[in-house]
């Protein structure tokens, strides 16, 4: 028949689509593993810079500590003002300077105090804003 090919360029044209398809997925995966490079230098930058202007390191304080701190701080409060006055007091404060991850205040949230973060580390910001979102 006129329509078909001699076996040799079919075989050509399936072994050229073969590579056009190797070709366009290898692209995809080198685009992917770029854009994963790109991210992660683009999350950790932040750490590394704060480093080299500070010689104070960023550690998450773990939950339970802050919890019973908090506690220790309200009932002591709450002993305070039972002495002073027998009226309710307002709820506490609590302002945390360089507040990481968000932890620290989101546990005092929690615990019915009024909680501030102030945190310059875009990454761990964005972090913090994330679980608070997920939190309400």
């Known amino acids: 028949p ?3 090919l001699p076996l040799s360029t079919a075989a050509q044209q399936q072994q050229q ?3 056009s ?3 366009t997925s290898k692209h995809v995966v080198l685009g992917v593993i770029g854009t994963s490079f790109v991210g992660i230098i683009g999350l950790a930058l932040p750490f590394v810079t704060m480093q080299l202007r500070s010689s104070l390191p960023w ?11 908090l506690e220790f701080v309200a009932t002591q409060k ?3 003002n039972g002495v002073l006055r027998k009226q309710p007091s307002p709820p ?3 302002v945390d300077l360089g507040s990481g991850d968000g932890e620290t205040v989101l546990a005092a949230a929690r615990l019915g105090w009024q909680a501030t973060g102030l945190e310059l580390n875009r990454t761990l ?3 913090s ?3 608070r979102w997920l939190m309400a």
């Open 78 to 80: 709450q002993r305070s």
């Open 59 to 69: 550690m998450a304080t773990p939950r339970q500590k802050v919890v019973q701190a």
């Open 92 to 94: 506490l404060q609590f």
């Open 2 to 4: 006129p329509s078909a």
């Open 17 to 19: 689509q073969q590579q």
């Open 21 to 23: 398809n190797g070709v």
């Open 129 to 131: 804003s994330v679980r």
């Open 125 to 127: 910001w964005m972090i």
